[in-house]
């Protein structure tokens, strides 16, 4: 079952902040996230794995939540290069367990 | 240092016809896999392979194949097109198990089938 995203979509003003949750119906070995821009492929983000601390990478940074089976990524002080559509992975222990949710289409604005 | 490159690009297919996306990667990964993305949605994993020689089915693998005789190569065969394979195909690879390692993907093949 793909895991479900929120909010579908939000705007925001250059400088303002942003939060993207992923929510799953079974238990997760590990959470990723990409970034999409239109036309574009996929582009990897970070990977929280079972076990693992939340994770951050300059204004961008998510956590794992294993008991809730959630996670949620965070972007602060956001920059117009952080439009896109945020897409989770949930994946479970098998290759093929891998499932993406259906994304959350981010427009920042100057 | 290519990363994942997929050719063709764009292609439009009547139904029933057949083709063959193709699939090459420079970074010696062992795991490649087939997703489809249809508008609006997430992906949805086709066809993987662990290694050369073997495959195994993903999400939604009716009306596909795939093959692997090499690392570098993992080709993604339509047989007989169906307007509800109109998508855009993504070829990613890993390093090892998808669900610990980061997938790198392709540019992606936008089909029509009409």
């Known amino acids: 079952q793909q895991p479900v995203q929120s909010p579908q979509a939000v705007i925001l003003r250059e400088g303002e902040d942003a939060v993207i949750n992923c929510s799953s119906s079974?238990?997760?070995?590990?959470v990723h996230w990409y970034r999409q821009k239109h036309g574009e492929a996929p582009v990897f983000l970070m990977i929280l794995l079972k076990g693992g601390e939340q994770k951050g990478h300059e204004k961008i940074s998510a956590s794992f939540n294993e008991k809730k089976q959630q996670s949620s990524l965070y972007l602060t002080a956001s920059q117009l290069s952080y439009s896109g559509t945020y897409f989770c992975g949930t994946g479970g222990r098998k290759n093929n367990d891998m499932r993406f949710g259906a994304g959350t289409r981010l427009t920042v604005k100057p | 240092n290519a990363g994942v490159t997929q050719t063709p690009k764009f292609r439009i297919l009547k139904i029933g016809q057949s083709m063959t996306l193709q699939c090459t990667q420079d970074m010696n990964h062992n795991y490649m896999y087939w997703y489809r993305q249809d508008p609006g949605m997430g992906l949805k994993l086709i066809y993987y392979?662990?290694?050369?020689?073997?495959?195994d089915k993903g999400e939604v693998p009716n009306g596909y194949n795939v093959s692997r005789s090499t690392t570098e190569d993992f080709p993604l065969r339509l047989e007989l097109a169906a307007p509800s394979q109109t998508s855009v195909y993504f070829c990613a690879s890993s390093v090892t198990g998808v669900s610990s390692y980061e997938q790198y993907f392709g540019p992606g093949t936008r089909l029509t089938v009409t």
């Open positions: 079974k238990a997760l070995y590990s």
């Open positions: 392979s662990v290694g050369a020689g073997i495959t």
